[in-house]
T-cell receptor, first 107, second 116 residues
Framework: AQRVTQPEKLLSVFKGAPVELKCNYSYSGSPELFWYVQYSRQRLQLLLRHISRESIKGFTADLNKGETSFHLKKPFAQEEDSAMYYCALYSYDKVIFGPGTSLSVIP | NAGVMQNPRHLVRRRGQEARLRCSPMKGHSHVYWYRQLPEEGLKFMVYLQKENIIDESGMPKERFSAEFPKEGPSILRIQQVVRGDSAAYFC??????????????FGPGTRLTVL
């Protein structure tokens, strides 16, 4: 079965500390994985996709097929990073979202 | 380009009434997706439509829910005889072509449905 899990519902870190938001997936084919972010009172938007191997706002995510993970990382958290983060998997014309992790960066 | 529009933003219905949610995709987008977010849960895929066609409705409840995307006008998600469990945020997204790793879908602000 196709599934995306994010084990942490809430994550709090201090400003300047490293942050890692965990994402694991279960998918039989070659996965296409994404991270979406929703800032307070804004709509959901794409943060980054694994296929482009990009770094957006200092965030990176590496696809680890052996561990079936796509963790989102940033070396130094900023207050403006506080938001809801969703890991997502594209599967045959639909997107399967994880339950989300609420990141709170403490000043 | 105004982005994906959804209306109403908030909708209150009594049990047994009908709820009709509208989604206007971004200009030039012919692919529309509906998601539901129940309280304390993540987004769940409901249905994927192209103009006049339902491509995948595997996430739609079998009864009371229907969706359409006519040739002209917005996509409509209709919930008949609403129950309290239908209370949720309903999000619409659109994309210019079929989803793949190299493109993305753009989300609307959502409609928050409350069933009294």
């Amino acid at each position: 079965a196709q599934r995306v899990t994010q084990p942490e519902k809430l994550l709090s870190v201090f400003k300047g500390a490293p942050v890692e938001l965990k994402c694991n997936y279960s998918y039989s084919g070659s996965p296409e994985l994404f991270w979406y972010v929703q800032y307070s009172r804004q709509r959901l938007q794409l943060l980054l996709r694994h296929i482009s191997r990009e770094s957006i706002k200092g965030f990176t995510a590496d696809l680890n097929k052996g561990e079936t993970s796509f963790h989102l990382k940033k070396p130094f958290a900023q207050e403006e990073d506080s938001a809801m983060y969703y890991c997502a998997l594209y599967s045959y014309d639909k997107v399967i979202f994880g339950p989300g992790t609420s990141l709170s960066v403490i000043p | 380009n105004a982005g994906v529009m959804q209306n109403p933003r908030h909708l209150v219905r009594r049990r047994g009434q009908e709820a009709r949610l509208r989604c206007s995709p971004m200009k030039g987008h012919s692919h529309v997706y509906w998601y539901r977010q129940l309280p304390e849960e993540g987004l769940k895929f409901m249905v994927y439509l192209q103009k006049e066609n339902i491509i995948d409705e595997s996430g739609m409840p079998k009864e009371r829910f229907s969706a359409e995307f006519p040739k002209e006008g917005p996509s409509i998600l209709r919930i008949q005889q609403v129950v309290r469990g239908d209370s949720a945020a309903y999000f619409c997204a659109s994309s210019p072509e079929r989803l793949a790793g190299y493109n993305e879908q753009f989300f609307g602000p959502g409609t928050r449905l409350t069933v009294l």
